[in-house]
């Protein structure tokens, strides 16, 4: 059973659409991060989002924690090519030490 | 900053076979984590060392093993390989309880 469940699984939009990622799940984490992916690469941080109800935006991305820390969803706006590539929500829930739970990953495939 | 560096980028072994896969962390981090990457399970967290020590460890079988030097460099072991374990082996590096900084990985192909 996953702990963190990414909606939706794969993503395809042309280029300038609008699109929301949603990471769901019903454990409260202390601090939850998004990675992008590309094919070949590891993992590369996003942002990390810490309090509850916290928003934080980086460029045409906009990223949200929700209140009761169980939830994130990551809002990118006039989406373009370059925004290809798997989005992992991952969390670190309190006295699990430094122990990452990933979600299941979302494939966003932005057509020119 | 040089960043995490895997070895090697490409395997491919057979089925009983054993590897070992090799990962530097960033100089200054102490906490290394291996995950299992696949297209149906996602990423799946092998397990974690600091200073040495194994602090966690996911739910794999005894087949998947690892340790960490004492310069924090760190090294995963799988034995009697089997085709399920063909994957994308990711090695992670932190400063305790931050974001992972991630190398490239190790791309497994058991025949």
């Known amino acids: 059973t996953q702990l963190l469940e990414q909606s939706p699984q794969f993503l395809s939009i042309q280029e300038g659409e609008n699109l929301t990622v949603y990471c769901n799940s019903s454990?409260?984490?202390?601090?939850l991060q998004w990675y992008r992916q590309e094919p070949g690469e590891g993992p590369v941080l996003l942002v990390t989002v810490v309090t509850g109800g916290e928003v934080k935006k980086l460029k045409r991305l906009t990223f949200q924690f929700g209140d009761a820390r169980k939830d994130s969803s990551l809002h990118i706006t006039a989406a373009q090519p370059g925004d290809t590539g798997l989005y992992l929500c991952?969390?670190?829930?309190?006295?699990?030490?430094?122990?990452?739970?990933f979600g299941t990953g979302t494939s966003l495939t932005v057509i020119p | 900053k040089a960043g995490v560096t895997q070895t090697p980028r490409y395997l491919i072994k057979t089925r009983g076979q054993q590897v070992t896969l090799s990962c530097s962390p960033i100089s200054g981090h102490r906490s290394v984590s291996w995950y299992q990457q696949t297209p149906g399970q996602g990423l799946q967290f092998l397990f974690e060392y600091f200073s040495e020590t194994q602090r966690n460890k996911g739910n794999f079988p005894g087949r998947f093993s690892g340790r960490q030097f004492s310069n924090s460099r760190s090294e995963m072991n799988v034995s009697t390989l089997e085709l399920g374990d063909s994957a994308l082996y990711l090695c992670a590096s932190s400063l305790y309880n931050s974001p992972l900084h991630f190398g490239n990985g190790t791309r497994l192909t058991v025949t």
């Open positions: 454990s409260v984490f202390s601090s």
């Open positions: 991952a969390g670190i829930q309190l006295f699990t030490g430094n122990q990452f739970y």
